[in-house]
Each structure stands twice: as structure tokens, then as C-alpha cells.
């Protein structure tokens, strides 16, 4: 699998973190001090990558959490349908295809012939950006 664990008291705002099976970027991190008893509590709130979905979670601070390899292709658009993308793989010529990207901004640039930055995480792959 595409993951490493890692400490929830190293997690920043900004990184990546795995919640509920989901790669997430982290957008809030908010640490409690230690009690009387008791370790100190790291609360992370993130969105999902794929999804948009906000989840958090509230972890002990030594306890292991898990993160997210991006592996970061890039690639060139073949052909679009409504739905997919056919993109091939600039250093493999592997052909595949991902979903249309959500953001319409980006999916307006989207055309053959166009190199674009496609992010893999856990098996998964979406375009992040336009070269």
C-alpha cells in the first residue's frame, strides 16, 4: 500500500493524511495540552482529495497515523469524453484514464495535446494541474 505512518503530533497544516481509508489534505491542526492524566490530544480536521469531504479525527499525540505517498506523473491529454479523461503517461507511455476534474478552471484547459500534472495516491489518480 501507499502509505507510511507517521506521529500526529509531526502532522502540519498542508500535509496529507489518511482518514477513514481517504487521502486528505490537512487544513486545521489544533493541539490540547497534557492534563493531570493523560497524553496531549492533536485534533485534525482535513478535506478529502478525491472527494471534498471534510473529516477529523482527535488522536493522542504519539499515536501513529497514517500518510499518503503522492506519487506526481506527468502527462499528456489524448482525448476527453464528458466524463473521463484519456491521458498517457509522458515517462511510460502507459494510457489511462482519469474522472474530468471537478474545478472548472481547470477542466476549461483541458484539451489534446496539453501536459498536465496528474497526482496518484493510493491507487488512485486525479489531475491537479495544466503544465
Avoid at 501507499?2 to 498542508?14: D, L, Q, V, W
Avoid at 487521502?23 to 478535506?47: L, Q
Avoid at 471534498?52 to 501513529?64: E, F, L
Avoid at 472548472?104 to 491537479?128: D, N, T, Y
Wanted: glycine fraction near 6%; aromatic fraction near 4%; include cysteine.
Amino acid at each position: 500500500m501507499s502509505i507510511k505512518p507517521a506521529t500526529a503530533g509531526s502532522i502540519k497544516e498542508g500535509s496529507y493524511i489518511v482518514i477513514d481509508n481517504e487521502p486528505c489534505k490537512v487544513v486545521e491542526v489544533s493541539k490540547s495540552k497534557t492534563g493531570k492524566h493523560g497524553s496531549a490530544k492533536c485534533r485534525i480536521v482535513a478535506v478529502g482529495v478525491f472527494d471534498g469531504v471534510k473529516r477529523s479525527i482527535v488522536v493522542p499525540a504519539d499515536a501513529t497515523v497514517n500518510v499518503p505517498i503522492i506519487r506526481k506523473l506527468i502527462a499528456q491529454v489524448l482525448s476527453t469524453t464528458p466524463d473521463t479523461v484519456q491521458l498517457m503517461d509522458l515517462s511510460t507511455y502507459e494510457v489511462y484514464e482519469v474522472p474530468i476534474p471537478e474545478d472548472e478552471a481547470l477542466k476549461s484547459k483541458i484539451a489534446p495535446g496539453v501536459e498536465v500534472e496528474v497526482w496518484e495516491i493510493m491507487g488512485r489518480r486525479k489531475i491537479m494541474r495544466t503544465r
